[in-house]
């Protein structure tokens, strides 16, 4: 199982992140896995922002539910995540996460560090 | 979404165990079964060390134990090894989401 996020490094503020993690090993239509998105800024916790179950439930963060949007390409093995009017403050290292939001992230991708900034 | 609140560090010499707290609220820890516990060294990323409480994954080290108190979870790390400082971050499941700790920094002494 392997999972690898891809996405830009720097972006401007107010544009649109998108991020998106292809995955391996196991398929995006198991009926008991999801994929997550979880973000990290530098020297800070980790921060849950979004899930996409197999059966395309999706679930937010609360606070940011409004900025973003995930979904998947069962076919491609893909999941991707957009965050609309980024701000300083989202710098992060995104990482993507199989799962559930029961059971926890068993598998990890390597993270994606994207700095906002003008 | 108030993040979970663990203390900030804990040290231990090896050998020795010690316990990372980890204290929600009765709509996350309290209310479910469903606590993580994760393990991130620096510049890598989170490994699941403990599921569900108490459940163990395969391969982990049966040296991490987990367990529950009403609104507080912990983690215990028994026989410290050196490669167990890290930083740790539990995660409870609450309604339709799920919600990090602090983190706490363990150092081996």
């Known amino acids: 199982v392997t999972l690898k996020e891809s996405g830009p490094v720097l972006v401007q503020p107010t544009e649109t992140l998108t991020l998106t993690c292809i995955v391996s090993?196991?398929?995006?239509?198991?009926?008991?896995?999801?994929v997550g998105w979880i973000r990290q800024p530098p020297g800070k916790a980790l921060e849950w922002l979004a899930y996409?179950?197999?059966?395309?439930?999706?679930f937010y963060r609360k606070s940011l539910k409004n900025r973003l949007t995930i979904s998947k390409d069962t076919s491609k093995g893909q999941v991707v995540l957009t965050m609309t009017n980024v701000d300083p403050v989202d710098t992060a290292t995104y990482y993507c996460?199989?799962?559930?939001?029961?059971?926890?992230?068993?598998?990890w991708g390597q993270g994606n560090l994207v700095t906002v900034s003008s | 979404q108030s993040a979970l609140t663990q203390p900030a560090s804990v040290s231990g010499s090896p050998g020795q165990s010690i316990t990372i707290s980890c204290t929600g609220t009765?709509?996350?820890?309290?209310?479910?079964?469903?606590v993580s516990w994760y393990q991130q060294h620096p510049g890598k990323a989170p490994k699941l060390v403990i599921y569900?409480?108490?459940k163990r994954p395969s391969g982990v080290s049966n040296r991490f134990s987990g367990s529950k108190s009403g609104n507080t979870a912990s983690l215990t790390i028994s026989e410290l090894q050196a490669e167990d400082e890290a930083d740790y971050y539990c995660?409870?499941?609450?309604?339709?989401?799920?919600?990090f700790g602090t983190g706490t920094k363990v150092t081996v002494l």
């Open positions: 996460a199989r799962g559930t939001l029961e059971g926890g992230f068993d598998y």
């Open positions: 090993g196991f398929s995006l239509s198991d009926p008991r896995l999801g």
């Open positions: 996409i179950f197999s059966n395309d439930e999706k």
């Open positions: 009765n709509s996350d820890v309290g209310g479910y079964n469903y």
């Open positions: 569900d409480v108490t």
């Open positions: 995660s409870s499941y609450t309604s339709s989401s799920t919600v």
